[in-house]
């Protein structure tokens, strides 16, 4: 789970899908030519719809009506419009926020609203005509951000305001907007010679393609992957949930007998399909060749994103020199709260810190494998960790993840995660289907309200893998952000809108969602992500929600959030049984709670190695250099996998967060807000968990300082009005059961 600027909309990420499906992710030269520019697409404005839905004035978007053939008339209207929004206000600017910073809060929402809705429909409900429409208006997109970005009066004007006698009367937010834009705006180059600036503007444009294909080449990927299988005896191991989603995947592709119970059955690279093969199907060659699969993926053929990778490295290394900077890691750091050095030290303290763990994990699967005469006992590859992880987890706690799906059903999780949010924050979720139009029938919209029934928030969830359109992973998106500029009344701001999405165990048969644990954890994490974008007090739109918040604090609110998964009461109220309303049992739920340092050691590490490359390749690689960006990945596995990487390992070529996403050299944010959040948590603790009194104090706390704020103070000043003090990593070694470190956040 992660934060995401997508361009201009905001899109929160879980985890790369390769880790979510583990444990939730090069174009040819043709494809660079522009097809549209901003003056061309400009050149026939009888084209632009009149009812396009994109552009009408909506509360709430049409997504039953958008289709791919509204994009390019809207963007043409759309940017016409913006065009002549910001000559206007580059004539008319003053250093004021009447003058300056609302009319640029409008402009830059305008488009953030309409390209987020395509942004989502592309991650939601992908088809050929949707990506050719996006491929064509992207470019145009593209030159007026730039040109927005490099305006000169808007910059000159920001910069006299922080200039001005007036600097120390403005309130922190306020401040924190000033200084962001002005840091912003050279970063988008405002401050480049012309010729400077347009080579600059060329590498923006040519990143921008490559990211979106990079993206389709992994959904492409991945849904050519396709395992048909005849024999039962080839998937024994497998659960019952497993086996019905392989039957009903064999359905979908012709197989018109196909059942659960006797086949034919189709494997997939999806999330619920892989992570079901990767810890339960007994046969170890199918296992091998699911793993090699999945670890190939857009690594070869029309899909392969190897070319793609290496010349986005060149181009943000020719983007940070331009800017003056030295790599672009320098550059990623400007909006953070961590330093190259600091993020790397954390990054060493946490491996040394999980190492031996890490060495004993792989000691123990040796140990069981022999004791089960495991052919494999004395070579243990990638593809039988999390099978004889699994078989561990079961012996060590008498666990089995299968059995316990039926006591985390969706409707249950979803009302326990809800009276939760009640109980520390005051609010009251509600369902509020047919308000809003949806993108699938799956997706379920609720109303958050305050504790005086009035509404606050809104937001959609869409739970259920759809391999077919639906891109891997989970993440939170934002449709509306907050903001006193955008209200319809002139007195109360607009509210915010949010979009969950997640891609789980979808509803088999007459029975719904039943999930396993991790992906009870991957809804409650994606909901404190919502609650960070929708309890936002803030009235300064682009400091409001997650907006403004230095990149590696994002992840505090959704991991706190996880922690309550932990919780005994919590985890007591979502975990009944679908049928019958049985509570799990209090010896399981015991188990399950000391289940959670389980292998902490090896998942510490593989999270580790995802932050270690990427800072590697943001820092030391050499485009054509002597070492491939797979020499990389191989030096930094030998540093924090237990066992080799295989040769062939080609995650980077899935490696969304930091190649389609806004993680580049910023990976690392994970674990600096690990160490944030699981310090928040441990006031909770501290005050006592079962001391529900005290556990609302801290509840409104929190959510008045953590969640209010938004970017309108930085996180560190914010986290010590919370905790009362500096952050310290002791409540993450102690959570995880790793031995201590010194680093801190």
């Given at each position: 789970m992660c934060l995401k600027l997508a361009a201009v909309s905001q899109n929160i990420n879980r985890f790369p899908e390769s880790q979510t499906c583990e444990e939730s992710d090069c174009l040819k030269a043709s494809r660079f030519q522009l097809p549209l520019t901003a003056s061309n697409l400009f050149s026939d404005e009888s084209m632009?719809?009149?009812?396009?839905?994109?552009?009408?004035?909506?509360?709430?978007?049409?997504?039953?009506?958008?289709?791919?053939?509204?994009?390019?008339?809207?963007?043409?209207?759309?940017?016409?419009?913006?065009?002549?929004?910001?000559?206007?206000?580059?004539?008319?600017?003053?250093?004021?926020?009447p003058k300056l910073v609302e009319p640029l809060e409008k402009i830059i929402d305008r488009l953030s609203v309409v390209w987020g809705i395509v942004n989502h429909l592309n991650s939601v409900k992908d088809s050929p005509e949707l990506r050719s429409a996006i491929e064509e208006v992207q470019p145009a997109k593209v030159e007026f951000q730039l040109r927005l970005g490099q305006s000169k009066p808007i910059y000159n004007a920001f910069r006299a305001i922080r200039e001005s006698s007036d600097w120390e009367a403005l309130n922190d937010a306020r401040?924190?907007?000033?200084?962001?834009?002005?840091?912003?705006?050279?970063?988008?180059?405002?401050?480049?010679?012309?010729?400077?600036?347009?080579?600059?503007?060329?590498?923006?444009?040519?990143?921008?393609?490559?990211?979106?294909?990079?993206?389709?080449?992994?959904?492409?990927?991945?849904?050519?992957?396709?395992?048909?299988?005849?024999?039962?005896?080839?998937?024994?191991?497998?659960?019952?949930?497993?086996?019905?989603?392989?039957?009903?995947?064999?359905?979908?592709?012709?197989?018109?007998?196909?059942?659960?119970?006797?086949?034919?059955?189709?494997?997939?690279?999806?999330?619920?399909?892989?992570?079901?093969?990767?810890?339960?199907?007994?046969?170890?060659?199918?296992?091998?060749?699911?793993?090699?699969?999945?670890?190939?993926?857009?690594?070869?053929?029309?899909?392969?994103?190897?070319?793609?990778?290496?010349?986005?490295?060149?181009?943000?290394?020719?983007k940070a020199k331009l800017l003056g900077y030295n790599n672009y890691a320098e550059v990623s750091m400007e909006m953070k709260m961590a330093t190259i050095n600091k993020a790397e030290e954390l990054i060493e303290d946490l491996r040394s810190a999980s190492w031996n763990a890490a060495i004993q994990d792989m000691e123990d699967l040796e140990n069981l494998a022999k004791a089960q005469d495991a052919i494999e006992a004395n070579d243990l590859n990638q593809w039988d960790i999390n099978f004889w992880g699994e078989r561990l987890?079961?012996?060590?706690?008498?666990?089995?993840?299968?059995?316990?799906?039926?006591?985390?059903?969706?409707?249950?999780?979803?009302?326990?995660?809800f009276n939760l949010a009640k109980m520390l924050f005051e609010i009251d979720v509600e369902p509020a289907d047919g308000l809003a139009p949806v993108w699938n029938n799956d997706v379920k919209f609720y109303c958050v309200k305050d504790s005086l029934g009035i509404p606050i928030a809104y937001f959609y969830f869409d739970p259920y893998a759809r391999p077919s359109e639906k891109r891997g992973g989970a993440w939170m998106d934002v449709v509306f952000g907050r903001g006193s500029t955008f209200s319809r009344d002139g007195a109360s701001p607009r509210l915010p809108i949010a979009h969950i999405v997640c891609n789980q165990t979808p509803p088999m048969g007459d029975k719904p969602s039943l999930m396993t644990f991790r992906e009870v954890e991957t809804v409650f994490h994606e909901f404190g992500h919502a609650l960070q974008h929708m309890l936002t007090k803030q009235d300064e739109s682009l400091v409001s929600g997650s907006r403004g918040i230095?990149?590696?604090?994002?992840?505090?609110?959704?991991?706190?959030?996880?922690?309550?998964?932990y919780q005994r009461d919590t985890l007591m109220s979502i975990a009944k049984h679908y049928e019958t309303g049985e509570s799990l049992p209090e010896e399981t739920c015991l188990k399950l709670l000391s289940a959670r340092t389980f292998r902490a050691g090896s998942l510490m590490l593989r999270q580790l190695r995802y932050a270690s490359v990427d800072l590697e390749l943001h820092t030391k690689y050499i485009p054509d250099g002597s070492e491939t960006i797979y020499d990389i990945d191989q030096r930094v596995g030998r540093r924090t996998n237990v066992i080799p990487l295989l040769p062939e390992d080609k995650f980077l070529c899935s490696f969304s967060h930091i190649f389609a996403d806004k993680y580049a050299a910023g990976y690392y944010s994970y674990q600096w807000a690990e160490v944030l959040s699981y310090d928040a948590f441990s006031a909770f603790e501290e005050a006592g968990l079962d001391n529900v009194k005290a556990v609302k104090e801290l509840g409104h706390k929190f959510r008045e300082t953590i969640l209010a704020v938004g970017g309108g103070k930085s996180p560190d000043q914010v986290f010590v009005e919370f905790r009362g003090r500096e952050p310290s990593p002791k409540a993450l070694l102690r959570y995880t059961g790793l031995s201590p470190v010194t680093a801190e956040a």
């Open positions: 632009a719809a009149e009812h396009n839905p994109l552009l009408e004035d909506f509360v709430f978007p049409p997504f039953d009506v958008i289709e791919p053939k509204h994009i390019r008339p809207a963007f043409r209207s759309l940017l016409a419009k913006l065009e002549s929004d910001l000559v206007e206000l580059e004539t008319t600017v003053e250093p004021t926020w401040k924190r907007i000033v200084e962001a834009q002005i840091k912003e705006a050279v970063l988008n180059g405002v401050s480049l010679e012309d010729n400077k600036r347009e080579y600059f503007n060329e590498i923006q444009q040519e990143l921008e393609k490559l990211s979106q294909k990079f993206e389709e080449n992994i959904l492409d990927s991945t849904k050519q992957f396709e395992k048909l299988i005849t024999d039962k005896k080839d998937i024994e191991g497998l659960p019952a949930t497993a086996l019905a989603m392989a039957a009903e995947m064999a359905l979908s592709k012709g197989h018109k007998d196909a059942t659960a119970e006797n086949g034919p059955w189709v494997l997939t690279l999806d999330a619920p399909s892989y992570r079901s093969v990767m810890q339960h199907a007994r046969n170890r060659s199918l296992r091998e060749e699911v793993y090699r699969s999945y670890v190939a993926r857009a690594s070869s053929g029309d899909h392969n994103n190897t070319p793609i990778i290496a010349r986005i490295l060149k181009l943000k290394l020719e987890r079961e012996l060590k706690y008498d666990i089995n993840e299968e059995e316990l799906r039926p006591f985390f059903s969706l409707p249950k999780v979803i009302n326990g995660l230095e990149w590696d604090a994002v992840e505090l609110a959704s991991q706190f959030m996880e922690n309550w998964c």
